[in-house]
């Protein structure tokens, strides 16, 4: 490093704290986070920019990553944190997470709210819910050891030096030493996630990790929370990429079950609509200003696809980011039309979507709105690689 190279990063200011933009219940706006209520009510550093009810923060500059392609906890309430499984007892796993730092306070999560535990690396083919493993258990515990071999059976428990209790099925019980495993996927059926009451977020890293929070806070440094099994969590805005306010005044589209629901293949191949995936079962994935963000909720649609919700007038504004899979929709091109009560909604209600038109950001006023319908047709090269995502699609009470 030359003299002057130095000389500029011990005099350079430090980076300011990130900006965000949000979604509130009075409507969009965009600042520097100042504190967050235990009822997730954002203030903004600026004060020209009013406070509101928090549904969602983006980091502005900062595409959504995927989960984490490194060692993770996988929690059977959908979470995915980054980090080492340390070893544990016959309840519990210890674990640090990532964003702890390697001398941080590991926690202690019980076993029956972890799905998977990575020890290493995963595959990038590997699915993102343990369910779909192709060497885990079923309806048993599993470990995938470093040579590539699987050993299915009946887990015990972990031991505090680092070892995995392990009755496979075809052999004696054993201390398997976590430097041999690879990955542990765990019963499904004992597997339980802690339902969370009352508002609370879930949180995106600069990492991939996915994380609940309860008991959230924040001032203009960090955010704060506990996870729901009893971790204390503080997270610098530096490393927060995306929070979404669950259980708050935003109802994901995906919770709501369609009063009608069409889909017309092209030639004999149907692909069916699906909630919070691609129709190819793949992550959400659009292409935007800042590079490929992955997104956790919304509907993969294909052409052509019509979906109609009974809206009973309960919601002021309906939301969503809607475009090509950046993947697989890649050389496609499909008509995207959102309709209101059966009529169009607004002049731009209408899109023909390519990889070159990106990411079409949508916020529909629905106040008093008994209907809202989405429609995918065909573009001009018929149904090829038309393959929709409704990414981050929400109604706001």
Do not use: C
Not at 55 to 66: F, I, N, S
Not at 262 to 275: D, H, I, K, S
Not at 353 to 361: E, K, Y
């Amino acid at each position: 490093m030359s003299l002057l190279v130095a000389w500029l990063l011990l005099t350079l200011p430090p980076p300011g704290p990130p900006t965000f933009e949000a979604s509130t219940v009075a409507g969009l706006a965009a600042g520097r986070v100042q504190s967050l209520s235990a009822a997730l009510a954002v203030t903004w550093a600026d004060p020209a920019t009013p406070a509101g009810e928090l549904v969602a923060l983006r980091r502005v500059g900062r595409a959504t990553p995927p989960r984490p392609r490194e060692p993770m906890l996988v929690l059977a309430n959908g979470d995915a944190v980054a980090g080492v499984t340390l070893g544990g007892d016959a309840n519990r796993l210890n674990f640090r997470p990532r964003v702890a730092g390697p001398t941080g306070t590991p926690w202690a999560v019980p076993l029956t709210a972890v799905a998977a535990a990575w020890l290493e690396a995963p595959d990038a083919d590997t699915p993102a819910e343990p369910a779909r493993y192709p060497w885990a258990g079923g309806k048993r515990d599993a470990l995938l050891l470093r040579t590539g071999d699987t050993l299915r059976g009946g887990l015990d428990g972990l031991t505090p030096d680092a070892g995995v209790r392990f009755q496979a099925a075809d052999r004696p019980a054993e201390v398997v030493p976590l430097s041999r495993v690879a990955a542990i996927a765990f019963d499904p059926t004992l597997a339980r996630a802690r339902k969370v009451k009352g508002v609370h977020a879930r949180v995106t890293l600069a990492d991939g990790s996915r994380l609940t929070l309860t008991q959230v806070a924040a001032d203009a440094d960090a955010l704060t929370g506990v996870t729901p099994y009893g971790a204390s969590v503080r997270l610098p805005w530096a490393d927060v990429v995306a929070l979404d306010a669950l259980n708050g005044k935003a109802t994901p589209l995906g919770d709501l079950t369609p009063k009608s629901a069409e889909v017309t293949p092209f030639t004999n191949l149907a692909w069916p609509w699906r909630v919070d995936r691609t129709v190819r079962g793949e992550p959400l994935r659009l292409r935007g200003e800042f590079g490929v963000g992955t997104y956790d909720r919304g509907l993969g649609l294909h052409s052509r696809t019509r979906l109609s919700y009974d809206l009973a007038g309960k919601y002021r504004r309906f939301e969503a980011q809607i475009g090509l899979d950046a993947v697989s929709g890649r050389r496609g091109a499909a008509d995207v039309t959102l309709q209101l009560d059966g009529k169009p909604a607004g002049p731009e209600s209408l899109r023909r979507l390519t990889a070159a038109s990106g990411t079409v950001p949508v916020s529909l006023d629905t106040t008093g709105i008994k209907e809202l319908t989405l429609f995918v047709d065909y573009g001009p090269g018929g149904d090829a690689q038309d393959d929709v995502n409704v990414a981050d699609a929400r109604l706001i009470d």
